[in-house]
């Protein structure tokens, strides 16, 4: 879930991978089919390039870098044990497994430095920054309270360490600048947000304290502004964490994907918070359906219901509450304990032709028209 103006979203399925982009406007323009892949259970793509990452359930240890575009392998790496979590910008890409992070060059897929002995962090919990100059990687510090360990992935040394919450952590996210980092607890009722790397206290919201609960995703909007965050209990609260001066010429956009395939788009009102409009839905699996402007609220079974609230630091404040829509084991190659991944070697001539730098390198598209 997130809050954005334009957005290519990637995902994995049985024996697919598909690629929807979302245009300024908010409409699907295309849907890219790969057909007889193996089972996919991690996917991430580097912005709008054509380098992805899979992981397969059929070899759930072995990471395969792709160019989507032409449909070539790059290069692999095996890891001594399950990757729970594959984070990428264009200077780095991030390995987790449940006590260790190994992390990439991306320009040639060696492995830089491997962070070892992490906590036991079996959700693969950890968040990359996207910008950069400020490239850091957050995880957790310990497995008992909210501690969040930042490294520096330039320079390859640790940056601080954040005592956040009581309670262990349960979502991390950084914002497009990479000098705010977003945390949640697994109580769920307090989200905080930090100046990175000095570790300070620059927000704190309650989205409730009737309850714990658990939270989903975080995920700042582009320009910094507001923070979203996602709940197991079907709502989404929306913050302001700056005060809006001017009157924002575009519409801010939350961008739902839920677990019924759909992802649904919602205007918000940066001013007053208030009801947000649910603006189009649009099927995430490839079929033929086509992407629908307007969508009956009746038609769902529960609603999302979101919060907005202002800035604050250590308060909060409450707007009018916004509602919307409802949203085995695989043989392990041998690896070497100095790094502790091993892999194939990065084809030049595949390495060299991805534009790492280039947003505007997509694979060709299958039009879904009426």
Not at 191 to 204: A, D, T
Not at 338 to 356: F, K, N, T, Y
Request: with cysteine.
């Amino acid at each position: 879930m997130h809050l954005v103006y334009c957005l290519s979203l990637f995902l994995g399925g049985l024996s697919c991978l598909y690629l929807s982009l979302v245009e300024s406007d908010c409409w699907i323009c295309g849907v890219h089919v790969e057909a007889d892949t193996e089972d996919v259970c991690i996917v991430e793509r580097l912005f709008s390039s054509s380098l992805v990452a899979i992981v397969s359930l059929k070899a759930p240890r072995k990471l395969k870098v792709c160019h989507f575009k032409k449909g070539t392998e790059i290069c692999n790496y095996s890891y001594s044990n399950t990757i729970l979590a594959v984070k990428l910008n264009r200077q780095r890409l991030i390995v987790c497994l449940e006590e260790s992070l190994y992390i990439h060059n991306i320009r040639d897929m060696k492995v830089l430095h491997t962070i070892r002995e992490t906590p036991p962090n079996p959700a693969g919990l950890c968040a990359l920054s996207i910008n950069n100059d400020n490239c850091y990687l957050a995880y957790p510090g310990s497995a008992t309270i909210g501690e969040v360990q930042v490294f520096d992935t330039i320079n390859l040394r640790a940056a601080n360490m954040i005592p956040a919450h009581d309670s262990p952590l349960a979502a991390l996210a950084f914002d497009s600048s990479g000098t705010k980092l977003a945390t949640a607890s697994e109580k769920g009722t307090v989200i905080r947000v930090f100046s990175i790397p000095e570790g300070q206290k620059l927000f704190e919201f309650r989205r409730g304290v009737k309850r714990c609960v658990s939270i989903c995703s975080l995920a700042f909007s582009m320009d910094g502004m507001f923070l979203s965050a996602s709940s197991n209990t079907e709502t989404v609260h929306i913050f302001k964490l700056e005060t809006v001066k001017e009157k924002i010429q575009k519409i801010p956009r939350l961008l739902v994907g839920a677990s019924d395939g759909y992802l649904y788009m919602y205007n918000l009102d940066p001013q007053e918070g208030g009801e947000c409009a649910l603006m189009r839905q649009h099927r995430l699996d490839g079929s033929m359906e086509t992407t629908s402007e307007i969508v009956d609220s009746a038609s769902h079974d529960c609603p999302l219901v979101t919060q907005t609230y202002g800035a604050a630091k250590g308060a909060y404040v409450p707007s009018s509450p916004t509602r919307l829509g409802k949203g085995q084991d695989a043989n392990l190659e041998a690896y070497t304990e100095d790094l502790g991944a091993v892999g194939g070697m990065c084809l030049e001539d595949e390495a060299s032709a991805l534009r790492l730098d280039e947003d505007s390198e997509h694979p060709p598209m299958i039009l879904r028209t009426d």
